[in-house]
């Protein structure tokens, strides 16, 4: 098999591996008859290898002897073209000899000429899979997605609640982690006692909760929820010991159905740490988010999320300029992702990156924006060969432990040079290990790599991660400087970070920079580089390269 095709099976199976949602992967090349397979499939079945020839005859001798004939031309069927479609259940042997019943489903992919090249499928292993949370009984995370694809299915109404415990790690430090699960049990038993006539209650991942009710509406779960806050903080109790807990929610009402599960649930997502993050543990309601257009908002995620699949389709890149403060010469470019159709139009990143960053799929989007941003500088560089090339980098994308690796290989891929790039990212990297975090940059930079701490100042822990993370670029925020000329407050805030900065020798740019005004005020506070609409707005590709700055 060639190194060509072996790379586009193993591009395609990660693409196909991110939506396994706890099921098993394989992707065969039919030409070759040649598959890859997920690694937990190989460990839990003890298969061969990733990589195996003719892996539909190896798979055959793990099933049960009695349901093998009905595997066998199911396969049969899908090699000699007369199956498009593999969907059978069927018993197969574990590692330890026992069987377990697995649900296969598989397709055809044709070639542009209509002939099948590969075939790829999900198999569900009931035996590993529990829909029932050991810890407090109720339905578990995949039970949750059993059935809001069965709601989705039936296009039923409901309302889909989450909530969960803010700070839960300070009890299991300062009570240990049995104690914590106990206040797990205990929570659980107060969401049934106020939500349970209403609908089925699900643990989800950590200390998240979740509710399907086909009877409440949004006001009903500000209602009961304000119960549960005032239960959790006043009266709540664990082995005699009164505990204040404070919540976190948000509510999404679902009336479209067009869309897919883990689309709702990175929407869940999102608004549970909107509660958590920007209203102090308020109930959200995701259609009366502040930025979205109309109530349709999530059809159009959803529409947004499929588009990552195929290869990012309608999405682009804009860039706008950074200019040095003193001479007004580019300095650089930030790349800024948007999206359009011809149905949504353009749609502002502000309404779907927040979303979207809470899915799994971000981090492939995020490779998406480098590889263009790269491929578009090469462009720049012939006309620019100094210029710096600014990338936002999201929390999603810095806690894949292959993030670097990447970085590299589309650096290789697209030959831009690393002492070009220049990776931006937010405060919030800081809920990541900050030393694995710090040894990540410092591989970065020692390539050339440039980081930049985005938006200083704007999140509580600005300071730490500039104290503790090797930063080349501080950019203020432009809600420090749009009243820069005659507020002492901001001129203060201004003149503090760049002294702050240069202590960790770090230059300043600032954002926001709108006129001439703003711009002959700032240069009085030793900034480097500025970037606004002054000098422009962000633009595509093709008309950046025509303008001269």
């Known amino acids: 098999m060639d190194k060509n095709r072996l790379g586009k099976l193993d591009s395609m199976f990660?693409?196909?591996?991110?939506?396994?949602?706890?099921?098993?992967?394989?992707?065969?090349d039919m030409k070759y008859n040649y598959s890859r397979w997920s690694k937990s499939a190989v460990d839990y079945f003890n298969l061969p290898d990733r990589y195996m020839h003719n892996a539909g005859s190896v798979w055959e001798t793990f099933i049960h002897p009695d349901d093998r004939e009905s595997y066998r031309k199911s396969i049969n069927d899908i090699f000699s073209g007369t199956g498009k479609n593999h969907n059978m259940q069927y018993r197969a042997?574990?590692?330890?000899?026992?069987?377990?019943?697995c649900t296969c489903k598989g397709a055809v992919i044709r070639d542009e000429n209509g002939e099948p090249e590969y075939?790829?499928?999900?198999?569900?292993?009931?035996?590993?899979?529990?829909?029932?949370?050991?810890?407090?009984?109720?339905?578990?995370?995949?039970?949750?997605?059993?059935?809001?694809?069965?709601?989705?299915?039936?296009?039923?109404?409901?309302?889909?609640?989450?909530?969960?415990?803010?700070?839960?790690?300070?009890?299991?430090?300062?009570?240990?982690?049995?104690?914590?699960?106990?206040?797990?049990?205990?929570?659980?038993?107060?969401?049934?006692?106020?939500?349970?006539?209403?609908?089925?209650?699900?643990?989800?991942?950590?200390?998240?909760?979740?509710?399907?009710?086909?009877?409440?509406?949004?006001?009903?779960?500000?209602?009961?929820?304000?119960?549960?806050?005032?239960?959790?903080?006043?009266?709540?109790?664990?082995?005699?010991?009164?505990?204040?807990?404070?919540?976190?929610?948000?509510?999404?009402?679902?009336?479209?159905?067009?869309?897919e599960s883990q689309t709702i649930y990175s929407c869940l997502k999102y608004i549970y740490y909107e509660s958590k993050n920007r209203r102090l543990g308020d109930m959200i309601i995701f259609d009366n988010l502040e930025n979205r257009r109309d109530k349709n908002s999530i059809e159009t995620i959803n529409v947004i999320r499929n588009s990552v699949l195929e290869n990012c389709k309608g999405f682009f890149l804009c860039y706008q300029p950074i200019m040095?403060?003193?001479?007004?010469?580019?300095?650089?470019?930030?790349?800024?992702?948007r999206w359009k159709n011809d149905k949504y139009g353009t749609v502002s990143p502000v309404q779907f990156v927040p979303v979207l960053e809470q899915d799994v799929l971000f981090p492939e989007l995020g490779k998406w924006i480098l590889r263009q941003a790269m491929t578009d500088g090469k462009v720049f560089l012939e006309k620019y060969p100094d210029f710096i090339m600014n990338v936002n980098i999201s929390y999603a994308q810095l806690e894949k432990s292959d993030f670097v690796t990447d970085v590299f290989f589309i650096l290789e891929e697209t030959?831009?040079?690393?002492?070009?790039?220049?990776?931006?990212?937010?405060?919030?990297?800081?809920?990541?290990?900050?030393?694995?975090?710090?040894?990540?940059?410092?591989?970065?930079?020692?390539?050339?790599?440039?980081?930049?701490?985005?938006?200083?100042?704007?999140?509580?822990?600005?300071?730490?991660?500039?104290?503790t993370?090797?930063?080349?670029?501080?950019?203020?925020?432009?809600?420090?400087?749009?009243?820069?000329?005659?507020?002492?407050?901001?001129?203060?805030?201004?003149?503090?970070?760049?002294?702050?900065?240069?202590?960790?020798?770090?230059?300043?740019?600032?954002?926001?920079?709108?006129?001439?005004?703003?711009?002959d005020f700032l240069r009085h506070y030793g900034v480097k580089s500025f970037q606004g609409y002054y000098y422009s707005k962000p633009i595509p590709a093709d008309e950046f390269i025509k303008k001269d700055f």
Request: charged residues 25%.
């Open 119 to 259: 075939f790829a499928g999900a198999i569900k292993n009931h035996g590993s899979l529990s829909y029932i949370d050991t810890i407090t009984g109720l339905r578990s995370l995949y039970g949750f997605f059993d059935d809001i694809k069965s709601i989705l299915w039936k296009k039923k109404k409901s309302s889909v609640i989450i909530t969960g415990i803010t700070g839960f790690s300070v009890i299991n430090d300062v009570h240990g982690y049995k104690f914590g699960n106990k206040v797990l049990r205990s929570f659980a038993g107060c969401i049934n006692d106020i939500f349970g006539e209403y609908g089925e209650i699900y643990r989800m991942d950590g200390t998240k909760f979740a509710i399907i009710s086909h009877s409440i509406d949004e006001k009903k779960a500000v209602e009961l929820y304000s119960k549960l806050q005032e239960q959790v903080s006043h009266n709540f109790f664990v082995d005699g010991e009164r505990l204040s807990i404070s919540l976190n929610a948000g509510t999404l009402i679902l009336k479209n159905f067009d869309i």
């Open 14 to 28: 990660e693409t196909f591996a991110i939506l396994s949602e706890g099921s098993y992967i394989y992707l065969c």
């Open 324 to 337: 040095y403060s003193d001479t007004e010469k580019l300095k650089g470019m930030e790349a800024l992702i």
């Open 93 to 101: 042997r574990s590692a330890d000899g026992n069987y377990v019943v």
């Open 415 to 467: 030959g831009f040079p690393p002492q070009n790039l220049c990776l931006e990212i937010t405060e919030r990297c800081r809920l990541l290990d900050i030393s694995v975090l710090s040894n990540m940059f410092s591989i970065l930079r020692e390539r050339g790599i440039k980081i930049a701490l985005d938006d200083f100042g704007t999140g509580f822990s600005s300071l730490g991660v500039l104290r």
């Open 469 to 519: 993370l090797p930063i080349d670029t501080v950019k203020i925020d432009r809600e420090f400087v749009k009243d820069i000329e005659k507020s002492p407050s901001d001129q203060n805030t201004v003149q503090f970070i760049s002294s702050l900065a240069d202590a960790f020798k770090a230059e300043v740019c600032v954002e926001g920079v709108e006129n001439a005004q703003m711009r």
